[in-house]
């Protein structure tokens, strides 16, 4: 194998998807990555079906497409006539044996790593999540009271959850930058 990267962990991560509560990749960037077509990528999945469960691959819905386009600005798909197939970490692995080319392999030694840089990233923010509530009831119990000093712990706290919390950030309104024309608000 060589020695070099194929693909950066950048490049890998902007790939990974949630989709029913799964992370996932889609089966054109995996073909992108591993240097096969879409079609080719499917047809060796096809001819190994029993290897893909439900849990390891699934196609995505009409719905959830038009969803990853909106909230992913993945670029136009063309006259896209099925829906495309995605695959979870598991059944990423399960393309290794496969998909038997050096490139395959290596490409998928770097995904599997980046799929695990992402689970411990995520398993760390839970900890610390469970970590502040348990000083938060902690302190709470120590005095019914609150001093300025117990009132600025929680005011960090909530400041921490709030930067932590994906969906907080996704649902703040943009400010707008740049220029307002004339009779613009």
């Known amino acids: 194998m060589s020695k070099h990267l194929i693909i950066s962990e950048k490049q890998i991560s902007s790939k990974i998807y949630f989709v029913r509560g799964d992370r996932v990749m889609l089966d054109r960037d995996l073909?992108?990555?591993?240097?096969?077509?879409?079609?080719?990528?499917?047809?060796?999945?096809?001819?190994?079906?029993?290897?893909?469960?439900?849990?390891?691959?699934?196609?995505?819905?009409?719905?959830?497409?038009?969803?990853?386009?909106?909230?992913?600005?993945?670029?136009?798909?063309?006259?896209?006539?099925?829906?495309?197939?995605?695959?979870?970490?598991?059944?990423?692995?399960?393309?290794?044996?496969?998909?038997?080319?050096?490139?395959?392999?290596?490409?998928?030694?770097?995904?599997?790593?980046?799929?695990?840089?992402?689970?411990?990233?995520?398993?760390?923010h839970k900890d610390i999540l469970l970590k502040l509530e348990q000083l938060e009831k902690k302190i709470m119990k120590q005095n019914s009271r609150t001093s300025k000093l117990e009132n600025n712990i929680m005011a960090l706290f909530n400041a921490i959850r709030e930067l932590m919390d994906d969906k907080n950030e996704r649902s703040k309104p943009r400010t707008r930058i740049g220029y307002k024309l004339k009779g613009e608000e």
């Open 31 to 124: 073909a992108e990555m591993y240097r096969v077509t879409t079609g080719n990528l499917n047809l060796a999945v096809k001819r190994k079906k029993k290897r893909f469960p439900d849990d390891f691959m699934f196609q995505l819905t009409r719905g959830e497409f038009r969803n990853l386009i909106l909230q992913s600005a993945i670029s136009r798909w063309g006259g896209t006539r099925t829906m495309p197939y995605v695959f979870t970490e598991q059944g990423v692995s399960m393309l290794s044996s496969v998909l038997n080319s050096d490139i395959a392999i290596e490409v998928n030694i770097q995904i599997m790593r980046v799929f695990t840089k992402i689970g411990k990233l995520l398993s760390t």
